[in-house]
């Protein structure tokens, strides 16, 4: 059943809106004719890519159709078959180290985006970039994180949504469903429980299927559901002893079986281990550069002229990846380098996105909104007369020119260097805040002396501090504090002005042992290419603050399922994540938690948060009521009982089974109050998310559920029960 009942229409139409699609019936039927006229020698040209840069001594032959970018595949002309031309990433159309010699618009950050908690906003977010993705001749876009916030220490947080499954499958299923709205395929990935970057090639995850199908599997059911993707990327990590790229688990019985997922399946960048892959359920080889061998190239040829498995298997391959090709309108709607692009109407997209996403977790006395007014702002920190921070690897995105600023963490001709620096973009926050202050004194120290900074925070009316956590795919977070001394400098600046506003730009939690110490705390996350512009427009409260925490904020690590993250202690760091020997074992226990994710693990070990998920303060004053459920239909109204407009969002949990806990989020919405106005909400429960994963079923126990509106985890009305008789059903 999908999701989110009042969502699922729209992509629906949106699609039925475009001639040049299929439906996904019609563009199956139409992969298989196309398979039988295929020649046997053009059987593998579909199942196999390159990635189209230079790389290491020996460079391969790029065609000359290829555009820059993550990769490439060739068409079939002969039978009218597209070449597809891939691109990361979720985040817009990445910079791919400046080898096309242009730029695009970046979206904030996966953690911004879905702190909007904005469905519709993230649709919007999808169509953009894709449309960028498609003026650029890319007609694949390999977006769609979906994976779980299982650990906050993990690199890749910040490129991911949430902690939650239905948080995270009705955005990230929204999100995709406006990239494929540019008749260009997005993919969902990295199928599946990429937890954490440490020995991300060889982490083995030891799960239950019943936690699995109830946590990061569902997210990615939900989102397919949904966004209805062309693609699905799988994961660099083992499962249960394969890797995910292999896992007949996965692949065969999860995606293909029992969710008769018509699309097709392709491997991460060097995630292919042997031939045998094809058989578990891999459709695709993506940069087989990468990789041992081109295994799904002539190999594949050759086992399929003598095997009938992998022969069944090849044509399979083919209707997968052209029914994909087909239902998104590849060869009726070629995408072809040069198209026009708005920069200026697309970075309005990413500014609404960035002023949507920003979270404001403290205001002391109403410190916020800063009063135009003010004598002497200082500045501090973050590099904030440069741009501002981003979140590194595949998914780097880069306006024309590139990065404004650049902290090169290896030396300039090591491999991957493009994507290991901490690069910043968009304007000056610097900037920004000294064109909404005009009339005041607006200076800047960059935080590196502690005592310069403390002697130039006592002649300041307020303070602005922003510190930065750098994150990049590859390389997880030791813990959560914020690095090179910026937790003391908080201290010791809030010390000499208690008019501290700190602004954090991070890619995961971090600890606040300074929290009481300062009169406001934001979370700008990465806020993109607007960002800048976004965070001025909070701090000065010519927008409403209305972002919600996608994951929980911990106290401090104590709190997590891990002491640290799975062998962070004795692997030694690195982008590939390779094993330091071929018998190399490290186990990602993740039995421990279970589908007990963030909040749902903090409510089972009764556990406070620093900020639980869902949390958020504003300029105004809201209340919620009336919570009643009938059947899988709950209903409750949200006023605005403040003196501003401002956004809520609704958020109905469920809290107990039969007087057993299970605190599980069925339901949110945002909704846009004026003052004083009220408005009813409606919103569908999932019954997923009432029941348990047994014996390849979902059922759910007759009896009492209980249930509570909530405006984050912890902070919940009074409880409502409800009685359900019990059901099972098929996925």
């Not at 550069?289 to 081109?294: S, V």
């Not at 690195?574 to 589908?595: H, M, Q």
Request: net charge neutral.
């Amino acid at each position: 059943m999908a999701a989110n009942a009042a969502i699922l229409p729209v992509a629906a139409a949106a699609r039925d809106n475009e001639p040049s699609s299929l439906t996904p019936a019609e563009a199956q039927a139409r992969a298989r004719a196309t398979v039988t006229a295929m020649r046997q020698d053009e059987k593998t040209i579909l199942t196999i890519g390159i990635m189209p840069v230079p790389l290491g001594s020996n460079p391969i032959h790029v065609p000359t159709d290829a555009v820059p970018g993550a990769g490439y595949i060739a068409g079939i002309t002969r039978l009218g078959v597209p070449a597809l031309r891939e691109t990361d990433a979720s985040l817009g159309v990445a910079w791919a180290g400046g080898a096309r010699k242009d730029g695009a618009t970046a979206l904030p950050s996966g953690l911004a985006m879905a702190s909007t908690w904005n469905p519709d906003l993230l649709r919007r977010g999808g169509a953009m970039i894709g449309a960028e993705a498609r003026a650029k001749g890319f007609n694949v876009l390999l977006a769609g994180g979906a994976n779980l916030t299982r650990d906050p220490r993990n690199g890749r947080t910040f490129e991911y949504l949430a902690e939650d499954p239905l948080l995270t499958g009705v955005l990230v299923g929204n999100a995709i469903a406006g990239i494929q709205s540019n008749n260009i395929i997005s993919t969902i990935k990295h199928m599946a429980l990429n937890g954490q970057e440490t020995g991300r090639q060889f982490a083995d995850v030891k799960i239950s299927d019943a936690a699995a199908r109830e946590s990061d599997l569902l997210a990615f059911k939900i989102g397919i559901e949904i966004g209805q993707p062309g693609a699905v990327m799988c994961a660099y990590n083992r499962v249960l002893g394969q890797q995910a790229c292999e896992s007949d688990y996965l692949l065969n019985q999860v995606l293909k079986r029992d969710w008769r997922y018509p699309g097709f399946v392709m491997s991460d960048w060097g995630a292919v281990r042997n031939l045998s892959a094809a058989i578990n359920g891999l459709d695709q080889q993506s940069g087989s550069q990468l990789d041992p061998a081109p295994f799904f190239g002539k190999p594949l040829a050759e086992a399929a002229s003598r095997d009938r498995a992998y022969a069944a298997r090849l044509d399979d391959m083919n209707v997968r990846i052209l029914t994909a090709i087909y239902a998104n309108g590849l060869d009726r709607n070629p995408a072809n380098p040069g198209g026009r692009i708005d920069f200026a109407a697309n970075a309005a997209v990413a500014e609404e996105m960035a002023r949507q996403g920003i979270v404001l977790l403290r205001n002391r006395a109403d410190a916020l909104p800063l009063a135009r007014d003010a004598e002497r702002i200082l500045v501090v920190g973050g590099n904030a007369n440069i741009g501002v921070l981003s979140g590194a690897g595949s998914s780097q995105v880069h306006g024309e020119g590139g990065p404004v600023g650049t902290v090169s963490m290896v030396r300039q001709d090591a491999m991957f260097s493009n994507f290991l620096a901490q690069q910043y973009q968009g304007n000056a926050p610097l900037d920004a805040i000294r064109k909404a202050a005009a009339n005041a004194a607006v200076t800047f120290r960059s935080g590196a002396h502690v005592s310069e900074a403390v002697e130039q925070a006592k002649r300041a009316d307020v303070v602005v501090l922003f510190v930065n956590s750098w994150s990049s795919e590859g390389f997880d977070q030791p813990d959560l504090t914020l690095p090179y001394g910026q937790d003391a400098l908080i201290e010791a600046v809030a010390a000499a002005n208690p008019a501290t506003i700190v602004v954090l730009q991070t890619g995961n939690p971090v600890v606040m042992p300074w929290l009481e110490k300062t009169a406001a705390v934001v979370q700008a996350w990465y806020p993109g290419s607007r960002g800048a512009e976004a965070i001025a427009s909070v701090l000065f409260g010519e927008t409403n603050p209305s972002g919600r925490l996608p994951i929980t904020f911990p106290r401090s690590e104590d709190q997590l399922p891990r002491p640290s993250i799975d062998g962070f202690d004795w692997v030694e760091p690195g982008f590939i994540g390779s094993p330091p020997k071929a018998d190399s074992r490290l186990v990602a226990d993740y039995d421990i938690e279970g589908s007990d994710i963030g909040y749902r693990w903090f409510a089972r070990k009764g556990e406070k948060a620093l900020f639980p998920f869902g949390y958020g303060l504003s300029y105004t004053t809201f209340a919620s009521a009336g919570l009643t459920i009938s059947g899988l239909r709950a209903e409750f109204t949200l006023s605005n009982t403040g003196k501003r407009a401002g956004a809520m969002v609704g958020q109905v949990y469920l809290l107990s089974r039969n007087g057993s806990p299970k605190q599980r989020l069925v339901g949110f919405r945002r909704v846009e109050l004026r003052p004083g106005e009220t408005k009813k909400v409606v919103v569908e429960i999932d019954p997923r998310l009432l029941a348990d994963w047994q014996d390849g079923r979902w059922v759910m126990a007759s009896g009492t559920y209980q249930f509570a509106l909530g405006e984050n985890a912890e902070a919940l009305g009074a409880p409502l029960n409800v009685r359900y008789p019990g059901r099972s059903w098929k996925d």
